[in-house]
């Protein structure tokens, strides 16, 4: 594993299968191995040639002769955005950059962990655990908090989304961080003007309806499907057709969460309900409302949640899959 570190890693050797369209080399960056595997989003731990640095370097595709200029454009103005966020839950966005294939590149924080997604395939639920699962998304609202309030809404808010950072000196403590925030729909190559963004499995009512822009609160319906899913092993609606998934979302009220996880607290369940809401106006209407909901169920301030993030020693979380998508 390459040590977490500002400098450049010790010893450490080009990996041979690394893009042949970049040659191993992005804007100033150095790609050392790819994290993850293809047919992925491409992702590099890389270093800076001239400062050092190691970042997690994510290279995105070409864009076609009709749209590149547009997007190029596009690409840039969020990317700037996404780099004034700045937030212990949230990936840092060092630097950006197009590239002469016509695509372009992000430089990200480099962070060891797994994606939640991953983790919670390992763990089964926390339907014995309700309030680690409560102070696990308390955690990311707070990180998108400070997002929405700078104007940056994510529209594709998952467990695969979510890395599970371990500390080094406590096997079963970490802690999260938000990816992709501010760039999502760059990263995911999503045209400009699609406005459906997202896994169908936590998109937001409004978020399947043309011409409805989704804002903060398909957020806070997003992570009430991932707070579901937490703790009862499976998403509220878990068809996997897309047009039954569109019809449960718009029209099938979700099921309760005492009916999978019976031990779960009133209070959560009254919030994952709010947070589920199909009108966007009977949800929580910004997510510092949630993190608010969330203080109240674990009697603590936000910057206690951290205390509580701790895994059981039966499945500690891993630092083995740096930001690599969970396998499908």
Known sequence: ??????????????????????????????????????????VFLAVHRRLGQVRAVRVLAPQSSQ???????????????????????????????????????VAMEYVEGEPASRWLRRM?????????????VGAVADALAHAHARGIVHRDVEPENILLVPDPDDRQKFTVKVLELGVTRILRGIPADELTAGNPRYRAPEQWLTGRLADERADIYALGCMLFELIAGRVPFAS???????????????????????????????LVARMLAKAPQRRHQTME???????????C??????????????????SDSTLAPAEE
């Open 1 to 42: 594993m390459v040590p977490r570190v500002l400098g450049a890693p010790v010893n450490v050797q080009v990996d041979a299968a690394i893009d042949p369209v970049t040659d191993g080399q992005v804007g100033p960056y150095r790609l050392i191995r790819m994290l993850g595997n293809p047919p992925k989003p491409s």
């Open 67 to 105: 749209t590149k200029g547009r997007w190029a454009k596009r690409f840039a103005s969020e990317a700037r955005a996404a780099m004034q966020l700045r937030h212990p839950g949230i990936l840092q966005l060092f630097d950006y950059g197009t590239l002469a294939t016509g695509g372009a590149f």
């Open 124 to 136: 089964g639920r926390l339907s014995e655990q309700p309030l680690l699962a409560a102070a696990l």
């Open 240 to 270: 996997g057709q897309d047009c039954e998934l569109m019809h449960a979302h718009l029209y099938t009220a979700p099921p309760d969460l005492r009916s999978f996880a019976p031990r779960a607290p009133a209070e959560i369940e009254r």
């Open 289 to 299: 409302e949630v993190v608010m909901a969330v203080e109240l169920i674990l009697s």
């Open 301 to 318: 301030r936000r910057w206690r949640f951290g205390e509580l993030l701790r895994a059981p020693p039966t499945c500690a979380v891993s």
